[in-house]
């Protein structure tokens, strides 16, 4: 009996610890994302007699239209590619709302309005996930198919790579199975 109560306290506090720890990685990426970009573009002084202008990448990427583009061709991927196969599976059919949730999410995460937090509230990427085995064949599949996206609305190589390296980041922290 002490052996089985020891195993559920256990399990209650891991779970407390990775809520505990994703609430810092998401505080920590929603301030990285907040402080370099903002919905309109700002005059940031360079030295006293220049400016420049920083621009959010959500505008890089052409607003409402390029970011719904980014969503819709991640999903266009996912539902295209064999690749991804397992993880089409875990999404609901038909994917019209999934995609709707994907572009609000992304809209407010790449600097422009944070619909998905108006509408739902707090994103909690992570806690959402639990349900599924996200492992890192899974989060190998998310990114062939983000990877590919970005290949085709992206158009400047830095940002790419950026994103890329942002969306990667965030796929490795959603992993639930085969964690290291």
């Not at 409402?64 to 999404?91: C, K, S, T, W």
């Not at 707090?122 to 806690?127: F, G, I, S, T, Y």
Request: charged share 20%; with cysteine; aromatic share 8%.
């Amino acid at each position: 009996m002490l052996a089985v109560l020891c195993g559920v306290m256990a399990a209650k506090f891991d779970t407390l610890r990775q809520i505990r720890e994703d609430t810092i990685v998401i505080n920590w990426l929603k301030h990285k994302l907040q402080r370099r970009s903002s919905q309109q573009a700002t005059e940031v002084p360079v030295n006293d007699n220049m400016t420049t202008t920083q621009t959010s990448i959500y505008q890089t990427l052409g607003g409402e239209q390029g970011v719904r583009a980014l969503a819709d061709a991640f999903y266009d991927n996912m539902e295209q590619l064999p690749e991804a196969a397992e993880l089409l599976a875990i999404h609901p059919q038909p994917m019209d709302s999934i995609r709707q949730r994907f572009y609000e999410f992304l809209s407010g995460w790449l600097g422009g309005p944070n619909l998905f937090e108006q509408k739902y509230g707090h994103p909690r990427l992570r806690a959402r996930h639990l349900p599924f085995k996200v492992d890192s064949q899974m989060r190998d599949q998310w990114m062939l198919c983000m990877t590919r996206a970005l290949d085709s609305h992206v158009s400047c190589p830095l940002t790419r790579m950026q994103l890329r390296q942002s969306f990667y980041q965030l796929a490795d922290h959603m992993r639930n199975a085969d964690i290291d």
